[in-house]
């Protein structure tokens, strides 16, 4: 079990724990007050005092439970030496707990209000193997030294995150290693789906709006469940420079960031290159805020 992982829950046999019961040989022997000698009946045998050894329903726990995992041991022990370090933040534990123990059914439930080409875009854009990798994505981090410094960070979804909650944005070696150390525990504990979930409701995109559904009600007055996929590829657009890149400071800048998205989702096989192609040339339409407070469109 991992430094990490709660404590079990023993099942106390008589259900409620202020009336713990003892395994004897022969329940119920004594109908009246216990004798002198009740601590070596059975041939000598000692009894410890009653509520010292309460019964365990032992069938609870499978053959599996009790492996020493060293590897989750050596993982989980880093997240204490890092915060003892000050690498991580003091209320690590607290961040850590909120990520990890989010409901399943939460992150499949707001997952299924999105439309497929926003989920398509931003994976296409940030993190094509994010289904398929550990957290960590050997194949994007070569990319990016080859292609440096015009090939991207190379890091992933889960990566971007883990820097998102517990570190900075500050550009040292010892950031990107904790990052990815990180990256690997999380993916060993929840699933994908709640990986992505905490990315989209929790990442920058620009002029203070954190989370895609904040970003697409801002930049265009609708929530995502209406996006185009030229929209969603516009927001997809905007992750990696939020401030830089977002429609509202510099729309053709932006514009090429979407044909960017726009390509890297034809090479994942998401959309034709036609269909790329006609977003591509068509305006965008944002919305604005006029002079009487009023939310107008502008294209």
């Known amino acids: 079990m991992s430094l990490l992982s709660p404590a079990p829950c023993l099942p106390i046999a008589g259900g409620q724990p202020n009336r713990l019961r003892i395994a004897t040989a022969a329940p119920g022997r004594f109908s ?7 601590r070596r009946i059975n041939q000598g045998c000692y009894l410890p005092p009653r509520c010292a050894l309460p019964l365990i329903d032992h069938s609870r726990f499978s053959a599996n439970s009790a492996a020493f995992d060293p590897i989750s041991f050596l993982l989980d ?22 990520l990890v123990e989010l409901p399943e059914e939460k992150a499949d439930a707001w997952l299924a209000r999105l439309p497929i080409h926003l989920i398509q875009a931003v994976t296409a854009s940030e993190d094509q193997r994010f289904f398929s990798h550990i957290g960590v994505d050997p194949y994007g981090i070569a990319r990016a030294v080859v292609h440096f410094p015009n090939g991207g960070g190379g890091s992933t979804i889960t990566q971007q995150l883990m820097k998102r909650v517990f570190l900075t944005s500050e550009r040292k070696f010892s950031r990107k290693f904790v990052e990815g150390l990180l ?12 990986i992505l979930y905490s990315y989209l409701s929790t990442m920058y995109w620009g002029h203070g709006k954190y989370g895609v559904d904040s970003a ?3 930049y265009f007055g609708k929530f995502p469940a209406s996006l185009t996929v030229g929209e969603s590829a516009m927001l997809a657009g905007i992750l990696p420079a ?6 509202r400071t510099n729309l053709k ?24 192609l006609r977003i591509a040339r068509d305006p965008l339409c944002l919305c604005n805020t006029n002079e009487e407070g009023k939310k107008i469109k502008t294209c």
């Not at 009246?32 to 009740?38: E, I, L």
């Not at 022990?77 to 909120?98: A, E, K, N």
């Not at 960031?257 to 890297?264: E, G, P, T, W």
């Open 32 to 38: 009246g007050p216990a004798p002198a000698n009740h």
């Open 77 to 98: 022990g880093s997240i204490t030496l890092f915060t003892f370090l000050r690498v991580l933040p003091p209320d690590c534990r607290t961040r850590w707990q909120q």
């Open 183 to 194: 990256s690997l525990i999380v993916e060993k504990r929840i699933s994908k789906k709640k």
């Open 216 to 218: 697409s009600l801002f």
């Open 242 to 247: 939020p401030e830089f890149i977002n429609p």
């Open 253 to 276: 800048r932006a514009k090429s960031s979407q044909a960017k998205v726009l390509r890297k989702m034809v090479s994942a096989g998401f959309i034709g290159m036609e269909t790329a």
